[in-house]
């Protein structure tokens, strides 16, 4: 039968229906069928603009039903103060992998920051020891909230350090979280001190040179490296992906746009040398931590499945509950 019509969904709509913890599950949920190999290959287009830059990520995923998602996103760092406009923006559109109908377009800033921050929660889950009881954030923007707040659902986090080159963000996350997730949060100015005392560091800024250098890091340590989703940006030092264990979301994707596309550049390692997917430690297929010493990269450009996976959550949720307005384009 015909839908009604297309659903349309702000971003105050998908903040609404779409909780964290409901996000991690569809994410987690997303990475096993695509480490079973159950999943068509998701894509990716990227266009450089002169400020910034726009990118296409698609998936299909067969679910309740089959979802088709295409995500069309723009990233412009300096757009806040420029613009006063937000670094992402963008829709989603969700289609019947049957047939093709729109189904939903949505705001994608919340997608974005929900299921980016729900792949770091669960790749800690699978890869971090499981008494971490620090961590540092670097990048005092939404994804540095998020990332924090998935971190607390999966580990007993107690003690967190806060990093930004603007220090009002910064205490503006530790003012919030803080009493929201019931931690003691302290902003720092100097990172190697943080770093070294934290069990998991989450970097998640629009850097385009290393930060996190390979003496910084102890052992044990789990990294989500978030921030590089295109060949520029880059936070970590390649040396700190050599000898230690390296994890990616799509292999194909991070050797393009991740921090594994420089550190190959750098002659540091070889793809070879990564040790699987994370959808692969999420299935069984592979184990994740193996011994309590060993440093744990994720390398997370954004896998387009998240994608799918949270907008689908998201529009069966709006349906459920008759959220958002509909629209039939076809008249």
């Given at each position: 039968?015909?839908?009604?019509?297309?659903?349309?969904?702000?971003?105050?709509?998908?903040?609404?229906?779409?909780?964290?913890?409901?996000?991690?599950?569809?994410?987690?949920?997303?990475?096993?069928?695509?480490?079973?190999?159950?999943?068509?290959?998701?894509?990716?287009?990227?266009?450089?603009?002169?400020?910034?830059?726009?990118?296409?990520?698609?998936?299909?995923?067969?679910?309740?039903?089959?979802?088709?998602?295409?995500?069309?996103?723009?990233?412009?760092?300096?757009?806040?103060?420029?613009?006063?406009?937000?670094?992402?923006?963008?829709?989603?559109?969700?289609?019947?992998?049957?047939?093709?109908?729109?189904?939903?377009?949505?705001?994608?800033?919340?997608?974005?920051?929900?299921?980016?921050?729900?792949?770091?929660?669960?790749?800690?889950?699978?890869?971090?020891?499981?008494?971490?009881?620090?961590?540092?954030?670097?990048?005092?923007?939404?994804?540095?909230?998020?990332?924090?707040?998935?971190?607390?659902?999966?580990?007993?986090?107690?003690?967190?350090?806060?990093?930004?080159?603007?220090?009002?963000?910064?205490?503006?996350?530790?003012?919030?979280?803080?009493?929201?997730?019931?931690?003691?949060?302290?902003?720092?100015?100097?990172?190697?001190?943080?770093?070294?005392?934290?069990?998991?560091?989450?970097?998640?800024?629009?850097?385009?040179?290393?930060?996190?250098?390979?003496?910084?890091?102890?052992?044990?340590?789990?990294?989500?490296?978030?921030?590089?989703?295109?060949?520029?940006?880059?936070?970590?030092?390649?040396?700190?992906l050599s000898g230690n264990k390296?994890?990616?979301?799509?292999?194909?994707?991070?050797?393009?746009?991740g921090e594994l596309h420089h550190?190959?550049?750098?002659?540091?390692?070889?793809?070879?040398?990564?040790?699987?997917?994370?959808?692969?430690?999420?299935?069984?297929?592979?184990?994740?931590?193996?011994?309590?010493?060993?440093?744990?990269?994720?390398?997370?450009?954004?896998?387009?499945?998240?994608?799918?996976?949270?907008?689908?959550?998201?529009?069966?949720?709006?349906?459920?509950?008759?959220?958002?307005?509909?629209?039939?384009?076809?008249?």
């Amino acid at each position: 039968m015909k839908p009604d019509g297309t659903l349309v969904l702000t971003g105050r709509d998908v903040a609404a229906l779409l909780t964290i913890e409901e996000c991690m599950a569809a994410v987690e949920h997303a990475f096993k069928i695509y480490g079973e190999g159950k999943t068509s290959p998701p894509g990716i287009l990227g266009v450089h603009a002169r400020e910034g830059g726009f990118h296409i990520k698609a998936g299909l995923l067969e679910l309740r039903r089959s979802y088709f998602a295409a995500k069309v996103n723009a990233n412009f760092p300096e757009n806040a103060k420029r613009f006063g406009q937000p670094t992402i923006q963008g829709v989603v559109v969700l289609c019947d992998g049957e047939n093709g109908y729109p189904l939903a377009l949505m705001d994608s800033i919340e997608i974005t920051i929900q299921r980016t921050g729900a792949a770091t929660g669960i790749a800690a889950k699978y890869l971090a020891r499981s008494n971490s009881k620090t961590a540092t954030i670097c990048g005092c923007g939404n994804q540095g909230r998020v990332s924090l707040r998935a971190l607390t659902k999966v580990l007993p986090i107690e003690k967190a350090w806060v990093w930004d080159r603007d220090q009002d963000q910064a205490q503006g996350l530790a003012n919030e979280l803080a009493i929201h997730l019931g931690i003691d949060i302290e902003v720092v100015s100097e990172l190697q001190t943080a770093v070294a005392q934290s069990d998991v560091v989450v970097t998640c800024t629009p850097s385009k040179q290393a930060f996190l250098k390979g003496d910084f890091v102890k052992r044990g340590t789990f990294i989500a490296a978030v921030g590089s989703d295109n060949p520029e940006k880059q936070e970590v030092e390649p040396v700190l992906l050599s000898g230690n264990k390296l994890v990616v979301d799509v292999l194909e994707q991070c050797a393009t746009i991740g921090e594994l596309h420089h550190a190959v550049d750098a002659g540091a390692i070889t793809c070879d040398d990564v040790y699987g997917e994370l959808g692969e430690v999420v299935a069984g297929v592979k184990a994740g931590r193996t011994t309590p010493d060993e440093i744990i990269i994720f390398d997370s450009t954004g896998m387009a499945l998240q994608d799918v996976v949270t907008a689908a959550a998201v529009y069966e949720k709006a349906v459920s509950e008759q959220a958002g307005t509909v629209i039939d384009f076809a008249h």
